[in-house]
Antibody
Framework: QVQLKESGPGLVKPSLTLSLTCTVS????????VIWVRQPPGKGLEWMGV???????NYNSALKSRLSISRDTSKSQVFLKMNNLQTEDTAMYFC???????WGQGVMVTVSS | DVVLTQTPPTLSATIGQSVSISCRSS???????????LNWLLQRPGQPPQLLIY???RLESGVPNRFSGSGSGTDFTLKISGVEAEDLGVYYC?????????FGGGTKLELK
């Protein structure tokens, strides 16, 4: 069955780079796009970006200068890297299939010194 | 970027009551391919979002048919015909017609 699972550090210091991994099963990254969505504590959802089956990407305008999404199709993994982290980047980070039909449970990331 | 405005921000309902949530877009969500990529999600407390409706009015597999979606262009509505306790949470509309994709601000459905 289709599954997605996020992994990464729970705590990142300000100004450093966040690296998250989304490991998928039950579908091919060459056929389906994967999105990243984040949610600050007590707030709404924010779309971060997508990597399509052909490897093309689109990003949130506000995050574009700091954000990179890539993948390793052989390992069924999608990667998110965001640099120069600030306290306002503290959030739950989710990966999901592009059609919003399957989601991971999310990983909480806290930005603090 | 497309702005999605959801109203109301909070909705209080009794079990069995029918309710509607509005989602208005700052520009038409009709794609050049003829599809309108407007989706509705429900996020229960402590859970990831769940897809309810896609392409404005198509019910996701396994979602009860008390949920329905309608609309076109810039105005969309999610209706719940007979709220049940399991429907409580925050509802989001999200558009994937125009990059970057964007979410509405959410509507919290509470028990009255």
């Amino acid at each position: 069955q289709v599954q997605l699972k996020e992994s990464g550090p729970g705590l990142v210091k300000p100004s450093l780079t966040l690296s998250l991994t989304c490991t998928v099963s039950g579908f091919s990254l060459s056929s389906y796009g994967v999105i990243w969505v984040r949610q600050p504590p007590g707030k709404g959802l924010e779309w971060m970006g997508v990597i399509w089956g052909n490897g093309n990407t689109n990003y949130n305008s506000a995050l574009k200068s700091r954000l990179s999404i890539s993948r390793d199709t052989s390992k069924s993994q999608v990667f998110l890297k965001m640099n120069n982290l600030q306290t306002e980047d503290t959030a739950m980070y989710f990966c999901a299939r592009w059609a919003f039909d399957y989601w991971g449970q999310g990983v909480m990331v806290t930005v603090s010194s | 970027d497309v702005v999605l405005t959801q109203t109301p921000p909070t909705l209080s309902a009794t079990i069995g009551q029918s309710v509607s949530i509005s989602c208005r877009s700052s520009q038409s969500l009709l794609h050049s391919n003829g599809n309108t990529y407007l989706n509705w999600l429900l996020q229960r407390p402590g859970q990831p979002p769940q897809l309810l409706i896609y392409l404005v009015s198509r019910l996701e597999s396994g979602v009860p048919n008390r949920f329905s979606g309608s609309g076109s262009g810039t105005d969309f509505t999610l209706k719940i015909s007979g709220v049940e306790a399991e429907d409580l949470g925050v509802y989001y509309c999200v558009q994937s017609t125009h990059a970057p994709w964007t979410f509405g601000g959410g509507t919290k459905l509470e028990l009255k």
